[in-house]
């Protein structure tokens, strides 16, 4: 029997906590963009024990997420795909958090729709922002839920002129997975497997790092204090998270979101 495919699309902090969790006894394929911090992870993941392959890839770019899934196929059957790539504010223009905080995300959640594997499950990585109150009308939330990926960027919701700034597209985009991820489990649950999203809040990645030393930094800090667990959350916490949604215990779960925060959001309605 062929070993369990376990998918871990970027590497950063998360991506790194979440592959050592679900790949130990898996042939576990990680792919990132940066071909310097994907080969070392690589490394240090052989080194290690694990049974570790890796592929580059853009999810901006149909061409390339279309190859990794068929690579993952190729591997023996894709039970897990776990989505964490994507870039911050701080980081990224609004144009390049759209192309990978929006299209990517819909780009990974069509291909490997298509090659998951019958009792497979994957979970995307969106974020608190995306539990913002947004104003999207019914017939744009629908539109985002629904478009097929490569139309989303000509969407007018989507236009990038609409944004004050990167923040403002991240939030959009992060919303707009989750509405993604839940018309997805309808063709993933077509091949008996299930997509579900986490939505993280300030985590203490360095991608979380570089956010809290930004300018709405201190806004962070307080909503952390001011929270039930007083605390940024840590890669461990995501890592929990998405173990309990790809795994048994959560056989009866699709297409919905779990948001860990720390309690973060709930101080908007308190």
């Known amino acids: 029997m062929s070993q369990?495919?376990?998918?871990?699309?970027?590497?950063?902090?998360?991506?790194?906590?979440?592959?050592?969790?679900?790949?130990?006894g898996a042939r576990l394929l990680i792919a990132d963009f940066?071909?310097?911090?994907?080969?070392?992870?690589?490394?240090?993941?052989?080194?290690?024990?694990?049974?570790?392959?890796?592929?580059?890839?853009?999810?901006?770019?149909?061409?390339?997420?279309?190859?990794?899934?068929?690579?993952?196929?190729?591997?023996?059957?894709?039970?897990?795909?776990?989505?964490?790539a994507g870039?911050?504010?701080?980081?990224?223009?609004?144009?390049?958090?759209?192309?990978?905080?929006?299209?990517?995300?819909?780009?990974?959640?069509?291909?490997?729709?298509?090659?998951?594997?019958?009792?497979?499950?994957?979970?995307?990585?969106?974020?608190?922002?995306?539990?913002?109150?947004?104003?999207?009308?019914?017939?744009?939330?629908?539109?985002?839920?629904?478009?097929?990926?490569?139309?989303?960027?000509?969407?007018?919701v989507a236009a990038k002129e609409r944004f004050s700034g990167p923040e403002a597209a991240y939030a959009f985009s992060k919303e707009a997975n989750l509405l993604r991820v839940r018309a997805a489990s309808s063709t993933w649950g077509a091949r008996n497997a299930r997509i579900n999203s986490v939505s993280p809040g300030a985590i203490a990645t360095p991608m979380g790092q570089a956010e809290l030393a930004g300018e709405h930094g201190d806004q962070m800090r307080r909503m952390i204090a001011a929270s039930n667990a007083k605390r940024a959350g840590t890669a461990a916490d995501i890592t929990d998270a998405v173990a309990f949604l790809v795994g048994p215990s959560a056989s009866f779960i699709s297409g919905t979101d779990l948001l860990v925060d720390g309690g973060v959001t709930a101080l908007a309605v308190g």
């Open 87 to 156: 870039l911050s504010p701080a980081q990224a223009s609004i144009a390049a958090i759209l192309a990978v905080d929006l299209l990517g995300v819909a780009i990974v959640l069509e291909e490997f729709g298509q090659v998951v594997a019958p009792g497979g499950s994957g979970v995307v990585i969106a974020s608190m922002a995306g539990h913002r109150n947004s104003g999207l009308s019914g017939e744009e939330a629908v539109q985002l839920a629904t478009t097929p990926a490569d139309e989303l960027l000509s969407l007018p």
């Open 4 to 24: 369990s495919v376990v998918v871990v699309i970027g590497v950063g902090g998360m991506g790194e906590s979440i592959a050592r969790r679900l790949g130990s």
């Open 34 to 84: 940066n071909a310097e911090a994907l080969e070392a992870v690589r490394a240090q993941l052989e080194k290690d024990g694990y049974a570790v392959t890796a592929a580059p890839v853009d999810v901006s770019s149909r061409e390339s997420v279309c190859a990794l899934a068929r690579q993952a196929a190729g591997l023996g059957p894709v039970r897990t795909v776990v989505h964490t």
